[in-house]
């Protein structure tokens, strides 16, 4: 019997390392499919060009309104979404997004497991984002945000991953899905 595809969500402050989070976790589990996001955000020096969708406001604005995502929001001035469709049946969904769209993939799926990742301290999330090249005005507002995105954040999630260590939190996470792929395929007499 094959259960319905899981939808896992990964949360947390921008810095705690949720993107590298969410590549070991596809690289070690073929069943994970992750989603590419859409973003208005200007690509980072540091990053390749592949992390995102990276589109113009009109652009965006234009797929909202043609119903094209799954979730979107708007987080510190930029746009952030989940384009449709998603992945066929067979494999089980990644999304690496922010606690707004994080409510609304909860609200059209219930099932949807929310990780909250988050930083062993404040100050090592603070060395990642000025590791990563974000300007300093940039990070004083990402790590402004922090406390309410994790108060938001340990409202939502099913689990809490504290990333001290990516092979050990992704592990973590890892087993998490599989016994929660197990329990799925042997639903309790009571169902
Ligand atoms: P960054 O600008 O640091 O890449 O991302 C900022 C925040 O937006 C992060 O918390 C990231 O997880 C989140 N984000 C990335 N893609 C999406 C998306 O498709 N939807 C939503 N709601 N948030 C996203």
Redo the contacts with the bound molecule.
Sequence with gaps: MSAEPLVAVL?GP?GVG?GTLAQRLVAADPRLWLSR???T?PKRATEKGT??AFVDRPTFEAAIDDDRFL???E?HG?L???PLPQAGNDVDVL????V??AEQVLRQNPDAVVFLILPPSMGQLEDRLRKRGDSVAHIEQRLSSAPAELAKGHELASFVIVNDDVDRASGEILSILEELRRQRRTPSKKD
């Design positions: 949360i921008g949720k996001s859409w973003t955000r992390e995102y979730e979107w929001a987080f930029n952030y979404g989940t999304l690496e997004i922010e707004q769209g």
